[in-house]
């Protein structure tokens, strides 16, 4: 069982910065594969970025060079660093954790972003 929790998330002007946590408690592996999704309303939820086992970040195409994810091992930490904000960039954020091939969910953070 895996229990996440999220921070950092709020309302910002356009081109703003934020930057999400998720602290991550439980029965955890290296292996894990971190990473956060987003769903706006009316739409579906989608990957933003993850962490590869080994490792690699991906992320979404809408979001590459702006945002930045990254972990800190010791304290079981991801988080996104979300630069140069759009309006189309608000939605609510959820930390995501696959453990051999289980999926679990933070409840989500808010960003909204006012033009």
């Known amino acids: 069982q895996v229990r996440l929790e999220e921070s950092g998330g709020g309302l910002v002007q356009a081109g703003g910065s934020l930057r999400l946590s998720c602290a991550a408690s439980?029965?955890?592996?290296?292996?894990?594969?971190r990473g956060w999704y987003r769903q706006a309303p009316g739409k579906q939820r989608e990957l933003v970025a993850n962490?590869?086992?080994?490792?690699?970040?991906n992320y979404a195409d809408s979001v590459k060079g702006r945002f930045t994810i990254s972990r800190d091992n010791p304290k079981n930490t991801v988080y996104l660093q979300m630069n140069s904000l759009k309006p189309e960039d608000a939605a609510v954020y959820y930390c995501?954790?696959?453990?051999?091939?289980?999926?679990?969910w933070g409840e989500g953070t808010p960003v909204a972003v006012s033009s």
């Open positions: 962490l590869s086992t080994g490792g690699s970040a």
């Open positions: 995501n954790w696959n453990q051999h091939g289980i999926d679990y």
């Open positions: 439980g029965i955890l592996f290296e292996t894990d594969v």
